[in-house]
C-alpha cells in the first residue's frame, strides 16, 4: 500500500517528495490568481501538498509542503514570506498526512485537510500581524482567500487521490 512509504532514505521516498516538491513549486509559483484587494495571490500548490500527504504520509506531506512552497517563495516577490511558509506549510502537509494516510476514509481526509488548512490560515494570518506588523484589520482581509485556497485544494486533493491511489500501487509494488 502507498501510505508505508515513510523511510526518507529509501530512494523512492526521496524521488516522491522531489517530485512533489516540484509540483508544488510549479502549482504555486506558475498557477495563480491574484487578489487584488491584499496583492497576493490564490495557488494550488495546497493541492499537491494535500495528494502527497493523503498517498505517503505525514514526513512526505510535511516535506512536501515545506520545500515546494518555499522555493515558490524564495523566487518570487514573496521571498521575505519563505522561512514562514516552510514552517506553516510544512507542519498543514505533516498533519493532514498524519490524520488521514492510511486511512481509505474520505471523513478522516475532509478532517485532515480542515485541521491543516486551518493551521495554513492561522499561520500566516499571525505572520501577517505579528512579524510584517500589517494591522489585523488588514490582515484579515486574506483570510478568506487563504480559506478558499485550502478548500479548493481540499476538493482537488479528494477528487484525486482515490484514482492516484489505485495507480500508484499498481506501479510501485508489482
Known amino acids: 500500500m502507498v501510505n508505508n512509504l515513510i523511510k526518507i532514505k529509501d530512494p523512492k521516498n526521496i524521488g516522491i517528495i522531489a517530485v512533489f516538491s516540484a509540483l508544488a513549486f510549479v502549482a504555486t509559483r506558475f498557477i495563480q490568481i491574484p487578489i487584488l484587494q491584499t496583492g497576493g495571490y490564490l495557488n494550488f500548490g495546497e493541492a499537491i501538498i494535500y495528494i502527497s500527504a493523503i498517498l505517503f504520509g505525514s514526513t512526505v506531506g510535511g516535506l512536501v509542503g515545506a520545500i515546494g512552497p518555499a522555493l515558490a517563495d524564495i ?34 481526509r475532509i478532517l485532515g485537510i480542515l485541521t491543516g488548512g486551518s493551521i495554513m490560515v492561522v499561520g500566516y ?50
Open 75 to 108: 523566487t518570487s516577490p514573496y521571498a521575505a514570506f519563505a522561512p514562514f511558509t516552510l514552517i506553516i506549510k510544512g507542519i498543514e502537509g505533516f498533519i493532514v498526512g498524519k490524520i488521514s494516510s492510511k486511512k481509505d476514509n474520505k471523513l478522516k
Open 125 to 174: 494570518y499571525l505572520v501577517e500581524i505579528s512579524i510584517f506588523l500589517i494591522p489585523p484589520a488588514i490582515a484579515l482581509v486574506e483570510v478568506p482567500f487563504n480559506i478558499i485556497q485550502f478548500i479548493v485544494g481540499g476538493i482537488i486533493a479528494i477528487i484525486l487521490t482515490d484514482r492516484l491511489k489505485k495507480s500508484i500501487d499498481r506501479i510501485m509494488y508489482r
